[in-house]
């Protein structure tokens, strides 16, 4: 009985906590950023931005993809992406880094699908549409 | 007896109403955060845009600044995430801060940093077109850190950012090293033999600066280009007067070897402690000496390093500083470690 429990508390553990909460979250962001960099389809829409700054976001927003506290509302995300006239080949390339950092962090596909699917949630917003 | 009266009285002096909750000052309004509410609840609500977004102390949005001395009020999941040269600024993360005592509440960009008063002890030329400017004051800093300088003449005043380059405990003066552009407001100053005059020092501002955490790491790796070498001079100074037991690179590039400066205090130093391995590089090629020719990006990208455990402060143009905080992350630097200062035009 008790192992039912805790088979369900587990299930129930979320990304962000399983690679162990807000500590664990810059090394993911910085191996999310390195991808997205070296990638030649979207590398060129970092040119300009303080990296410092960019990694903040991007840390908001992995804790938020992993299933970890946020305040998300959709409204930065739109005003953030908006001049910047992004297609889906875009964000599959941001989409593509994500599934990579986290296949790097040798987190089990079940939990990949479920940042995936946070993270597809915000496509209109980034998309502007 | 006399000591049950004692006990009597301080008892009887508990208040019997509860102490008011503590409030916040932010932009000249007093906020009362509730009791479940924290400073980034308490300003959201007021109507202030504070930036956020996870709420728990992961993101790091929400950035805010309270005076030294009200820090230690507010809780310690405000500050851990925070480096240690951020809290030592009086950094804190708003959504886990709920209120012990009331504080003085900033954004990172509208903190007021003190004013104080400098004398010029003495000005000397360290290359063609580089001055060290010596200062007697009396504030505590760190190396690392700048100050903005002002100063009052006949022609009005203005107002510059440098990179203090002295080691406070090692130094007699505050020392600055600046270059001088013709034509510009300093090479002016100049001109009128300001030694002895007295200059307004505002700051200090600034958290690229060595704790603990960087003497912690395998390597440090000091990078700048011109005068980007002032606030590594002190840097450098001061790591290894904490006796830091990694491996240390200095990297200093200059267009062409006129631009380099300091060069026999370098190499002294470099003598002095094995540990410390100086590379004085030049992009264009010039009389030889001393130094060598070298893309400083693929210098740096070529080093011999773990980067991952490696501590980086970088110092010169805003460009170059971008460039190479990007050439050092995709060599496996965690963002975390790496330390800018970078010099805007002005």
């Known amino acids: ?27 993911a962001v910085d191996i999310f950023y390195r991808k997205v960099l070296a990638d030649d389809r979207i590398s060129h829409f970092f040119d300009s931005v303080d990296m410092a700054n960019q ?42 880094a ?32 | 007896m006399v000591f049950a009266k004692l006990v009597k009285g301080l008892f009887s002096r508990q208040p019997k109403t509860q102490a008011p909750p503590p409030s916040l000052m932010f932009r000249g309004q007093k906020i009362t955060p509730g009791s479940e509410e924290t400073v980034l609840d308490a300003l959201l609500g007021a109507g202030f845009p504070i930036p956020n977004s996870c709420h728990a102390g992961a993101c790091q949005s929400c950035v805010l ?31 886990c ?100 005059q007295i200059v307004t020092l505002e700051g200090p501002h600034g958290h690229c600066f060595l704790t603990e955490e960087h003497l912690e790491s395998k390597h440090l790796l000091l990078i700048g280009i011109g005068t980007g070498l002032a606030p590594l001079w002190g840097i450098v100074r001061r790591a290894l007067l904490q006796n830091y037991s990694g491996s240390l690179h200095l990297i200093v590039a200059a267009r062409e ?41 693929e210098f740096v990208r070529s080093l011999d390093i773990d980067f991952s455990r490696a501590a980086l402060f970088l110092a010169g143009s805003e460009n170059f500083v971008q460039k190479m905080k990007k050439t050092a992350f995709m ?4 963002m975390r470690n790496i330390n800018a200062d970078a010099f805007i035009k002005s």
Request: with cysteine.
């Open chain 1, 1 to 27: 009985m008790f192992g039912l429990f805790k088979k369900k508390k587990d299930v129930e553990k979320s990304v962000f906590e399983k690679l162990g909460g807000a500590a664990a979250i810059d090394a």
């Open chain 1, 55 to 96: 990694h903040a976001k991007q840390k908001a927003f992995l804790t938020m993809a992993f299933g970890g506290p946020n305040a998300y509302t959709g409204k930065d995300m739109r005003e953030a992406h908006k001049h910047l006239s992004l297609t889906e080949e875009h964000f599959g390339a941001v989409a593509e």
């Open chain 1, 98 to 129: 994500l599934v990579g950092t986290l296949q790097e962090l040798k987190v089990p596909q079940a939990d990949i699908d479920a940042v995936v699917t946070i993270a597809v949630s915000v496509k209109d917003d980034v998309l502007n549409r």
């Open chain 2, 65 to 95: 600044v309270t005076d030294q001395s009200a820090l230690v009020t507010l809780p310690i999941a405000s500050r851990e995430p925070l480096t240690e040269a951020e809290q030592a600024q009086g950094m804190f993360l708003a959504c």
């Open chain 2, 97 to 196: 801060a709920k209120l012990t005592a009331p504080i003085n509440v900033y954004l990172p960009s509208e903190k007021q940093h003190p004013s104080h008063q400098a004398k010029v002890e003495a000005i000397e030329p360290l290359n063609g077109n580089v001055v060290r400017l010596s200062l007697t004051t009396g504030f505590d800093y760190q190396p690392g850190q700048f100050i903005n300088m002002g100063i009052t003449n006949q022609q009005g005043h203005w107002q510059r950012s440098y990179s203090l380059a002295s080691v406070p405990g090692l130094d007699e003066h505050l020392e600055l090293q600046v270059k001088v552009i013709e034509g510009g407001e300093f090479s002016h100053w100049l001109q009128q033999s300001p030694v002895g």
């Open chain 2, 257 to 297: 070897p006129e631009g380099l400066y300091l060069i026999d205090e370098l190499q002294q130093l470099a003598q002095q402690n094995p540990q410390l391995h100086l590379s004085l590089l030049v992009q264009e090629a010039g009389p030889s000496g001393p130094w060598q020719q070298a893309d400083i990006y």
């Open chain 2, 331 to 334: 060599k496996g630097c965690p």
